[in-house]
Every structure is written in structure tokens, then in C-alpha cells.
């Protein structure tokens, strides 16, 4: 079944939607209405835009002789990998069991991996071609916008999902809001897969993430039209003051008479609620110990520092801590808070058991982030720090995962998860390598020998370079 088919197959099942009401306010406190009102307006938030993700058709895929890194820093040699049903059956030795009538792939000389996985993305909010019409990931009117969901702004037929399966061997992705503004919204997870709709992309049962900033971009937006914050410690204190309404409405909305319903209020309290995982913008090591401090303060925690290209100056405490640093292999020198960048610094935050992502925060390293991991890997090397090939697959797979709070499902290759796989030509972190196939829940996406498994965005079609692979 060629690959249109399959889509045509997943997107004429029925949409699932629902929409709970909010519970009648009471006038009367009571254990019991109170309840009812907090979990009344729980249900309405959980409804709205729900996932309706569902896998493409898969059939029992057994991958024999191949060198298999499992995402969680193990390393098999003449391995097999067994999926069926869309999930993860069986990974070991050439002696694991096969079923007779599976279909059996050698990978003779070759390399398997979890999918790769993107903490930080903005395909389909500031999606290629990239114009000023597609331009939609910051909602740079207000230093505080927790109120806008990433997801309303994701194009699903932006090019750059099918070239980041084909080229990257990238299955799932979360999309963020930009970084002008100290809270910039709601981000989402995505199954990198084709789909008519956002919510058909949308990652079952992932946690929402908030997007905040701190640094030069906040103060240079709002202090370029003479309003707050213009510099960082203005900055903090606007960030310390959202907190403070946010502890205020979280209180109210667990009363017997909630409060009157407020969007940005509601993402706030849910992170205060440890329902929503913050992924904080920020560069230098000062202000990534601030917010660490701020976020005691107000009782939420920070689950990865993006960018954050002094994290090897604070490696201690990031581990402590058990924040997850998101960086880029070698990105320096753009901007001031960028100028202490080292490429060393993942090598330095794994030698200090803190929590290593390599992230793109880009359309074109989207598509090469095994390559990214490599240089990253070679920096450390280079300075004499013993790290494994395993383990920095671990950055680009299970870490990402972890952050994203999707590890129990994907991730790495352990039997139960989902089949998110990449059969790689040579071993993932050479510059020579490419993804072969990839298969997301178990169904082949793509299929380097096969024009048929090259996914297009309906956008392409009868474009130049339609579906090119470069």
C-alpha cells in the first residue's frame, strides 16, 4: 500500500472531539462542589483540541544483524529488533525469536536507533517558505502571553515535517512558541507523521510545556518601544509578579466558586499544579541559576534549559537540580549572551551526569541532528573525556523524551514502547550516514529505496523539487 493510501486510510477515521461545560457555580462551600468545580473545569480544559493521532496500518518487522543503540546508552552488537502491532516486541542477540512469517530486513552492517526526537522545533509555526505570511510563532504584543497554544499557529503541510522524517529520521517533535516574551505559551508535542490537521499529529497523551524566556530577546522586543522589561532585572520582577496572580488564581479555582475562567491564568496554574512542564529560553549561567532560584520560590520546576550555552559553567547544579540542558553542538557569538558558548559544553554537562539534549531550534539542523550529536561527541573527545557512541544517541532520543515527559512511550528501544525506529546505512554519527527507513508506530514512512515510502506534503505537490531528499 503506497504511502498516500495509508494517509487516505488514517485520515477518512472520524475525528474525534469533545467538549466537556463547565460545572454550575455554587453559592454553597462544600467539600464535595468544590470538587466538582475544580474537576468540572479540569474536564473542559483536557477536552478541548484533543488528539486524534492514529497509527498508521504496520506489519511484524524483524531487523537481524544490525548494531543496535537502544537510546538509553546501550550498545548491541549483531542485534535484532522485533516490532509488531506498532510496538516494540523484542531487542537482543541474534538468538531473540522471530515469528515465522515476519518480515525479515538484514541489517547487516548497518545501525538501529530509537526515532530521533527534536525538543525544540518551530516547523508549522514558522514554517518554509518562510514568509512573512507564515510567520506565526510569537504572539509579540505582550511580555506575557501564556495564554496562546502553539498548536493554533502549526501548519501541518509545511515541508519541513517530511524532510525531517526523510533526512533526519526525526518521528516526534515538540512545537514551541518564539521567545520574544518572558511566558510565550502552551507548546505541543507531534507524531512526525502526515495529517490533514494538527490534532491528527498531535502525540497522545503528551503534557503540554510552557514556553519561557529570559535574556536579551524579552528586553530587546519590549524595551524597543520604551516598556517593560527593557532590562533583566525588569524582566524578573514582571516574571515574579505573573507567579504571584498565578498562585492567586490557583487558589481561587480550587474554591467552591471558581473564579471567572482566564486562559493565561489557567497554563500558569496548571505548572503550578505540576501539570505542564516549563522549557525555559535562556543562555547564561547567572540567569539560569536565577530562575532555578525563582522557580522555589514559586514552587514549579524547570524541566530543561534551552540554548543554554553556558550550562557547563553550572554542570553541578544542573545535575543537582536534574534540568536537562537542550544546546546546540557549536552555535556561538550571534548575539552577547551567546559570545561564552564553547562546543565542549555537552561533553562537560554529561561528565557531570546532568542531562544532555542536542536540539535544532532550526528547519535545516532539524534535519541532521545525528550529525550534531557527532560533532558534539568529537568536541568532548577531543578534550579527552570518555563518552560513547551510545551514550550520545541517548541526546537525541530518550533525553529529548524525558523532557517532553513522552519516555514512557517512546524514546528508546524497550519492549511495550511505541515502534518508533531509523535504519540507518552506517553508524548514525558519521557524516556519511542516512536514514534508510523509518518507521513511526511500527508503519514505514519511508523508504529510501522506494519512491512510494518518500512522504510530500500536499503543499509540494507540483513544486520544484517536489519530495526531493537531499
Known sequence: MKLRDLLAVVSAGALVAGCASTGAESSTASASTTASSASSDKDT????????????????????????????????DN????????????????????????????????YVTPG?????????????????????????TAPVTSEVWAEHSVWPQDPGFTRALTNGGITAL??????????????????????RTVQAMKFPGAPYGLKMACGENPKRVYGSRNRKPSTRMGSLSLTRQTWINAQDYQ???????????????????????????????????????????????????????????????????????EICSAVWADWWGFKMEAYDAIPENAALLQQAGACVIIHSDDENQIQRLNQEAAKALSDG??????????????????????????????????????ADVVLWNDNPLSVYARPEKVW????????????????????????????DVK
Open 45 to 76: 480544559q483536557e477536552a478541548a483540541y484533543p488528539s486524534t493521532y492514529q497509527a498508521y496500518p504496520s506489519t511484524d518487522v524483524a531487523i537481524t544483524g544490525v548494531t543496535i543503540f537502544d537510546g538509553e546508552g546501550q550498545r548491541i
Open 79 to 110: 542485534g535484532t529488533v522485533f516490532m509488531s502491532d506498532g510496538k516494540i516486541v523484542s531487542v537482543g542477540g541474534p538468538e531473540t525469536a522471530i515469528p515465522a512469517d515476519s518480515n525479515v530486513i538484514d541489517g547487516t552492517g548497518k
Open 116 to 140: 530521533i526526537i527534536d525538543v525544540h522545533s518551530h516547523l508549522g509555526d514558522y514554517p518554509t517558505p518562510s514568509v512573512t505570511a507564515h510567520s506565526d510563532g510569537n504572539e509579540a
Open 174 to 195: 515538540q512545537i514551541l512558541p518564539g521567545s520574544a516574551n518572558l511566558f510565550g505559551g502552551r507548546s505541543v508535542t507531534l507524531k512526525n507523521v502526515p495529517a
Open 251 to 321: 487558589k481561587k479555582r480550587k474554591a467552591a466558586k471558581p473564579p471567572k475562567r482566564d486562559l493565561a491564568m489557567e497554563t500558569l496554574a496548571d505548572v503550578l499544579d505540576g501539570e505542564i512542564l516549563v522549557h525555559n529560553h535562556c543562555y547564561r549561567a547567572d540567569e539560569l541559576n536565577q530562575i532555578i532560584d525563582m522557580s522555589k520560590e514559586f514552587g514549579y520546576k524547570v524541566t530543561a534549559f534551552h540554548h543554554a550555552v553556558e550550562a557547563y559553567k553550572i554542570a553541578d547544579i544542573l545535575a543537582k537540580e
Open 381 to 418: 573527545r577531543a578534550m579527552g573525556l570518555e563518552i560513547s557512541d551510545a551514550q550520545a544517541i541517548r541526546w537525541i532520543t530518550y533525553n529529548p523524551a524525558k523532557a517532553m515527559g513522552i519516555a514512557d512511550q517512546t524514546g528508546s528501544l524497550k519492549p511495550g514502547k511505541m
Open 440 to 467: 513511526v508506530d511500527g508503519a514505514l514512512l519511508y523508504d529510501a529505496n522506494d519512491p512510494a515510502r518518500r512522504p510530500v506534503s500536499d503543499f509540494e505537490l507540483g513544486q520544484p523539487g517536489e519530495g
